[in-house]
């Protein structure tokens, strides 16, 4: 998967610290308990298995929005995901085997990915919030997954998927919620900045006043 993001580095160099208080977001659901201790045991066995200690990084979730932005525009993204999150219904999520993006990435395999895709188009109207710069805009998945094991050597690759592609792995789990996590550009660890609930909510309708001239 090609990095959303131009380099921090690039970010940091167009705007001074005192300009900007700049965060990475992401927009997240999070499996159950129960379905993310099974995916961290696979990613332990993967990790021992196939030499990959970086496949032990990182909780077991679904993005569905990544974007770089200032602090000072928190508020009015979190107003505007609270409504869209809101009008959304509860969900189930079946997840059926693995996946793999060629060469470099294996994943378990959501078999259940139509309601997943119609949130992340319901969402796409925050582009304009989640905009920082032209090199730096919100990236909204296409293809939903949960990550094993991300920029693997070609024999790790090669050995994990000739296992993987034959593994039966099932579960499932009910989707109530969505989570927004931030840390700040050089931090490492994110922190969860704000949880929304599906509510099935009618979405407010926006009217206008019309003037009239006489």
């Known amino acids: ?18 300009q900007l208080n700049l965060h990475d977001y ?40 990544r974007f770089l932005q200032v602090e000072m525009m928190e508020r009015k993204i979190i107003a505007k995901i609270k409504l869209l999150i809101e009008a959304a219904s509860p969900f189930q999520i079946v997840i059926d085997g693995f996946g793999s993006f060629p060469s470099h990435t294996i994943y378990t395999n959501i078999s259940t990915k139509n309601n997943i895709i119609e949130l992340v188009k319901s969402l796409k109207s925050l582009q304009p919030l989640v905009k920082l710069d032209k090199w730096n805009k919100g990236y909204f998945i296409t293809e939903p997954y949960i990550t094993i094991a991300r920029k693997l050597l070609p024999f790790q690759y090669e050995k994990g998927w000739n296992k993987y592609m034959h593994e039966n792995f099932k579960a499932s789990f009910m989707v109530n919620e969505v989570l927004l996590l931030k840390r700040q550009i050089n931090n490492k660890n994110f922190l969860i900045a704000k949880q929304f609930l599906l509510l099935n909510k009618a979405v407010p309708m926006v009217t206008q006043n019309t003037l009239l001239f006489l």
């Open 1 to 18: 998967m090609q990095q959303p993001f131009a380099d921090n580095e690039l970010v940091i160099q167009s705007f001074t610290n005192q």
């Open 26 to 65: 992401l927009l997240i659901i999070s499996p159950s308990e129960d379905v993310q201790q099974k995916i961290i045991e696979i990613k332990k066995q993967f990790a021992t298995e196939f030499e990959c200690p970086s496949a032990l990084h990182g909780k077991p979730q679904i993005t569905l929005l």
